[in-house]
């Protein structure tokens, strides 16, 4: 309203005091100048989000206590509906629940679920039935150097993207005669070229250069065949982003060899864990890594090395940072892009700095103590 009135001013024109209070009250409750009027920002609402909780196990539940500390001292606007579910412990809420939980709230923030190594009678783990219910199509785990963190590898940044509800965890096995067991792994070309497609399109909307396909063709000439051929008819489409190809055996050798060739990583399930964990152990291991599961509809992050730790739980030294750059990945997913860099301003300063390190980081801190140094580094 002032800057109204000052522009007005220069222009000279000669107006009494209290035309200027009455127009300026006429002007000030106008409904139009309230549309036009500046809002809030949308990275800080005025409402609470709902997003599903499962801390998982191992040390899961201690992560998210970390999470749960750093939004509490950060004032972030969400709320978890928490469900515990677990394979190997009791009393764990039902796939319905489940299901329930996240088509409500379309957001979630997850840890790893333990599968047990046993066959009680059920191949199907809760953790592809959750990936499966939800279609959760796309697991996505950039791994990249962080400042302040000493690797043998500097300057890293890889996307490995891996279909994960088909494959080899397509949970059709069985004894055909005793002693024989057959696995099957099934590979569609529908699925191939969604998951094709989702690598290619990540790759344009956020500048990457070229996508790899990793495969095993030359051996399984049909089934990883179908993979190869549906990535290079998707490939087509995309004449600015370069495309290769590259068996899984030498892909796993030139990434502890030459990693810096990668840009965006695509491929099948199963070799999607396997190259995780190898580009996960090139930038500082499982606790630094996060990741995400996305289908049409909805998303879920969770650490990008699936490891639930169980030999530390209850010991209060696993590393949260993963678990915390889920969350803010989580945040900025909602819009709410101010409390995701406050979070990741913070953690990175916290490492950067070397001062609060977890024994995996080459420190003695406990959990506590590195989630207090990032509390401890957030201005809100």
């Known amino acids: 309203m002032a800057s109204v009135i000052r522009h007005i001013s220069r222009l000279g024109l000669n107006v009494s005091e209290n035309v200027w209070c009455n127009t300026a009250r006429h002007i000030s409750s106008s409904p139009v100048l309230k549309q036009l009027s500046v809002s809030e920002p949308v990275s800080k609402p005025d409402g609470v989000k709902t997003v599903t909780l499962i801390p998982g196990d191992g040390v899961g539940p201690e992560l998210v206590n970390s999470v749960k500390d750093v939004f509490k001292h950060s004032g972030v606007p969400v709320e978890f509906e928490e469900l515990f579910v677990s394979e190997v412990l009791g009393q764990s809420a039902s796939v319905d629940e489940i299901m329930e939980s996240f088509q409500k709230n379309n957001v979630g923030l997850k840890g790893?679920?333990?599968?047990?190594?046993?066959?009680?009678?059920e191949l199907e783990t809760l953790n592809m039935k959750i990936r499966r219910g939800l279609d959760l199509f796309a697991n996505v785990v950039r791994c990249h150097s962080i400042p302040g963190l000493s690797t043998k590898h500097s300057n890293l940044d890889l996307v490995v993207i891996r279909e994960q509800?088909?494959?080899?965890?397509?949970?059709?096995?069985?004894?055909?005669?005793?002693?024989?067991?057959?696995?099957?792994?099934?590979?569609?070309?529908?699925?191939?070229?969604?998951?094709?497609?989702?690598?290619?399109?990540?790759?344009?909307?956020?500048?990457?250069?070229?996508?790899?396909?990793?495969?095993?063709?030359?051996?399984?000439?049909?089934?990883?065949?179908?993979?190869?051929?549906?990535?290079?008819?998707?490939?087509?489409?995309?004449?600015?982003?370069?495309?290769?190809?590259?068996?899984?055996d030498n892909c796993c050798m030139q990434l502890v060899s030459n990693p810096h060739q990668f840009d965006v990583m695509v491929m099948p399930?199963?070799?999607?864990?396997?190259?995780?964990?190898?580009?996960?152990?090139?930038?500082?291991?499982?606790?630094?890594?996060?990741?995400?599961?996305?289908?049409?509809?909805?998303?879920?992050?969770?650490?990008?090395?699936?490891?639930?730790?169980?030999?530390?739980?209850?010991?209060?030294?696993?590393?949260?940072?993963?678990?915390?750059?889920?969350?803010?990945?989580?945040?900025?997913?909602?819009?709410?892009?101010?409390?995701?860099?406050?979070?990741?301003?913070?953690?990175?300063?916290?490492?950067?700095?070397?001062?609060?390190?977890?024994?995996?980081?080459?420190?003695?801190?406990?959990?506590?103590?590195?989630?207090?140094?990032?509390?401890?580094?957030?201005?809100?």
């Open 112 to 121: 790893h679920i333990e599968s047990p190594f046993e066959n009680k009678g």
């Open 165 to 248: 509800t088909e494959g080899e965890y397509s949970s059709l096995e069985h004894e055909s005669v005793t002693g024989v067991v057959e696995c099957l792994k099934i590979i569609t070309r529908t699925k191939s070229k969604r998951i094709a497609k989702f690598a290619f399109d990540y790759a344009t909307k956020h500048g990457r250069q070229k996508v790899t396909a990793v495969h095993k063709a030359n051996i399984m000439k049909l089934g990883d065949g179908l993979f190869l051929q549906s990535c290079q008819e998707i490939s087509e489409l995309y004449p600015k982003i370069k495309f290769e190809s590259m068996i899984i």
């Open 269 to 380: 399930n199963l070799y999607g864990s396997i190259v995780d964990n190898v580009a996960v152990g090139l930038v500082g291991g499982a606790g630094v890594v996060p990741g995400e599961s996305y289908s049409s509809e909805y998303a879920i992050f969770e650490p990008g090395a699936r490891h639930t730790f169980s030999q530390a739980s209850g010991r209060n030294v696993a590393n949260p940072t993963a678990m915390l750059m889920c969350s803010a990945n989580m945040l900025r997913h909602l819009n709410l892009e101010f409390y995701a860099q406050l979070i990741e301003n913070a953690v990175g300063k916290v490492i950067k700095m070397g001062k609060v390190r977890t024994r995996d980081m080459g420190g003695y801190a406990t959990t506590s103590e590195f989630t207090r140094a990032v509390t401890n580094n957030i201005r809100v």
